[in-house]
């Protein structure tokens, strides 16, 4: 890798574990050459994706986010690296669908030679919680949206004033691990006759009235658990995790590395399983060696889930609940 150094980001965005990011991705950029590309399958607002083209000079990067905001916010940021950078707007499990319907020399490389490393740094981005017109934040009045791409899709508002309270319940206690969900929901159902939801504080105010005082005092924002599962409902998150890594799999080539940045439990537990599978033997039990061509296709990089350490989370304390997990692909897969 060339040498960088570190200093805080000039756009305000720190990226998570920037430096190990590159370390991880580091050997199959090397064994890829000049044929190395790189996929930033949650590109926000680039500062990954700049430093993966700082330090790798040869490598070129493709940048995916559903947002046309981060995209061309971005693309403004990373335009001194010419033809080696190009957005891409698409969900990131379909980027396979977005390489192959696209021309140009980093799709035409990434089809060629295949991927050579990718990037997955899961959840909301800095900048997204940063607009507060955006809705995905409960420390403004913003309206309910939390879309990431804006363009489609059902927001925050539609899911609190037409999900049954079965559903309400269901998704604050999946997606937020919320213990008080049948509680809320039958408020936020009993609310909305009233008046429908639009706006968060209004939201914030009836969790305030909802959650046990002594739990609001010990538990963190009371707001938080509703507000991530709100989200990740209505961006399909956990659908998206589930359906990329079998495409991003197959899309890399032999020494090519896909790493997974998850931030709550349920994301971490999808890759972790996903990457268990492909790193299994499909050798019968018993047998005291792999059968020819039923030796596992990937290894797994990290021992477990990575953290972040107390200097990087003094650096940046978003990095605190990070789980980082990075697997390698070792033989071709049908």
């Keep these: 890798m060339a040498k960088f150094t570190l200093a805080d980001d000039p756009h305000g965005h720190v990226p998570v574990l920037r430096d190990r990011m590159a370390e991880l991705l580091a050997p199959a950029v090397e064994a890829f050459g000049q044929n190395a590309v790189l996929v930033d399958g949650t590109l926000g607002a680039g500062g990954h994706s700049e430093h993966f083209l700082t330090v790798f ?6 940048g995916v986010d559903r947002d046309p905001d981060a995209l061309r916010q971005a693309s403004q ?28 020399p980093i799709f035409e490389a990434a089809r060629e030679y295949c991927v050579a490393g990718a ?29 990431m791409d804006q363009t489609g899709g059902i927001t ?20 937020g691990d ?20 639009d706006r968060a504080a209004r939201l914030v105010e009836l969790l305030y009235d909802t959650i046990p005082a002594a739990t609001r005092r010990t538990g963190g ?7 991530q599962a709100l989200r990740i409902e209505v961006n399909r998150e956990l659908e998206a995790v589930e359906n990329v890594v079998p495409v991003i799999t197959d899309m890399l080539g ?28 499909k050798t019968p039990a018993g047998l005291p060696m792999d059968l020819p061509g039923s030796e596992p296709a990937f290894r797994t990089v990290t021992r477990g889930a990575e953290k972040a350490d107390a200097a990087e989370i003094e650096r940046n304390p978003r990095a605190a609940p990070v789980r980082v997990r990075c697997i390698e ?5 049908d």
């Design 329 to 333: 692909k070792l033989r071709p897969t």
């Design 221 to 227: 924002h009371p707001a938080k658990r509703t507000f």
């Design 77 to 104: 940021r990373l335009a001194a690296f010419g033809d080696r950078f190009v957005a891409v707007q698409a969900r990131f499990d379909h980027i396979d669908d977005a390489v192959a319907d696209r021309q140009g």
């Design 156 to 175: 925050a508002a539609e899911v609190l004033n037409t999900y049954s309270h079965g559903d309400l319940a269901r998704i604050l206690k999946t997606y």
């Design 57 to 62: 000079p040869h490598a070129r990067v493709i």
């Design 178 to 197: 919320e213990r008080f969900a049948g509680k809320i929901a039958s408020a936020i159902v009993a609310e909305r006759e009233r008046e429908p939801f």
């Design 254 to 281: 032999v020494g090519g590395r896909a790493v997974f940045m998850s931030y709550q439990s349920l994301e971490d537990k999808i890759v972790k399983a996903a990457f268990s599978k492909l790193t299994a033997s």
């Design 119 to 147: 990037l997955f740094d899961l959840g909301v981005s800095s900048m997204q919680l940063d607009q507060e017109e955006r809705g995905f934040s409960y420390r403004g009045d913003a309206p309910l949206d939390m879309r």
